[in-house]
């Protein structure tokens, strides 16, 4: 950077060589939305621009020495401005087990801890079902440590979802990422209250390990090798832009086992989100019988084998339809299945009572067949 040489303009940077250049600078940079617009000044037939609006928009800090006329701009780690960015939108929260009984009941250090992220200014937080499934006497804590009382609202144990609300206005909204632009290798930041509610708002870096992953899930996740403990879930998983990608579910965790933990991704969680708000909870839509997976799927090996029926219930609408045990299921609406993740993925476009057709091999032959979907339960 080069300062210029008089008192007025001290806190002047060079940002561009060409004289020519309009008289509003701007970057785009990678952690930026939109392009950002700076005062400049022309000066010498070069344009410049405050440095204290650099360090305003780029983070870091900016010294200028008066004996040397040189200005110094130190930049901070990006890390560190995504964990000063999202983590006032993360939240401990805390609560008694549901199943205590006896003395268990009476010892106010036997607590359940969990993540959670605001969603809503005014106090909505998202959460996973599993951390407040079995909790009662819900606190939640804020980043500045406030504490309020919450309350479970919503809950959607197959995407494992919840939604907190809590009487505050205000508060800092985290910014869910388009999940179509997630890619494995880029750098993530999990955040979150591991192992002890004293560690709440940790910090852990990783990458984005793999996606599409199916473990013990309706839906697919993300995988990433950030660390992350028992009282993580519920936290947020965070790209170099300050957006969540995903939602901190689960870790595989076994003797040998390391840097296995799994997200829930943001576009579940915006599915999930948009039917809460809508009806009330989540409408699973369902084929109505049971499905079966090839052999190769279940392991994870790349293949092309279709779904098997393997029950169908009697009297229900797929019975009707003249479906049947045995029966091959190939495609919905034309798009061939081959897991059932993929199946409920797939499901996530439809509400019940819609209508679809499947294309299934019955009896040897190929055959079409009109379904209205039911409602999973």
């Known amino acids: 950077m080069k300062a210029s040489p008089t008192k007025a303009a001290l806190a002047l940077c060079v940002v561009s060589m060409l004289a020519g250049t309009s008289a509003a600078a701007q970057l785009t940079d990678s952690t930026a939305v939109q392009p950002v617009q700076w005062q400049t000044k022309e000066l010498n037939g070069e344009v410049y621009v405050k440095a204290s609006d ?6 870091g800090t900016g010294h200028y020495n008066s004996g040397t006329g040189h200005y110094q701009y130190t930049p ?9 960015s999202v983590s006032p939108s993360i939240v401990g929260i805390i609560g008694k087990p549901k199943n205590d009984r006896g003395s268990a009941a009476d010892n106010r250090y036997n607590l359940g801890h969990g993540t959670g992220i605001v ?3 005014n106090g909505l937080i998202v ?5 407040v499934k079995d909790m009662k006497q819900l606190v939640v804590v804020l980043a500045d440590g406030k504490q309020y009382v919450g309350k479970t609202t919503h809950m959607d144990e197959e995407s494992d979802l919840a939604l907190v609300k809590i009487e505050a206005t205000g508060l800092p909204v985290a910014a869910l990422a388009d999940s179509t632009q997630v890619e494995v290798g880029e750098t993530v930041v999990a955040i979150g209250t591991p192992m002890s509610f004293a560690l709440r708002n940790s910090v852990t870096v990783g990458v984005v390990s793999g996606m599409d992953r199916s473990i013990h899930s309706t839906y697919r996740l993300l995988q990433t090798d950030a660390a992350i403990n028992p009282g993580n879930s519920g936290g947020a998983l ?8 995903g939602i901190n579910s689960l870790k595989l965790a076994a003797a040998g086992v390391d840097g296995l933990g799994f997200a829930i991704p943001a576009d579940t969680v915006e599915y999930v989100l948009h039917h809460f708000v809508t009806y009330g909870k989540v409408k699973h839509p369902s084929l109505g019988f049971d499905l079966e997976e090839s052999w190769a799927a279940i392991i994870g090996l790349p293949t092309d084998e279709p779904l098997k029926v393997v029950r169908v219930t009697s009297g229900s609408l797929a019975d009707k339809a003249g479906i049947k045990a045995g029966d091959i299921l190939y495609s919905v609406d034309d798009v ?4 059932l993740v993929d199946l409920n993925e797939h499901l996530k476009a439809y509400l019940p009572g819609d209508q679809v057709t499947l294309t299934l091999q019955s009896s040897g032959d190929i055959v079409q067949k009109k379904l209205a979907l039911s409602e999973s339960r």
Request: without cysteine; glycine residues 8%.
């Open 54 to 59: 650099i360090v305003k928009t780029l983070g």
């Open 127 to 131: 959460t996973n079902a599993h951390v």
């Open 119 to 121: 969603i809503g200014a």
């Open 76 to 84: 901070s780690s990006p890390i560190t401005e995504v964990v000063k």
């Open 336 to 339: 061939n299945l081959r897991s």
């Open 238 to 245: 965070v790209n170099l832009k300050g957006e969540v990608i």
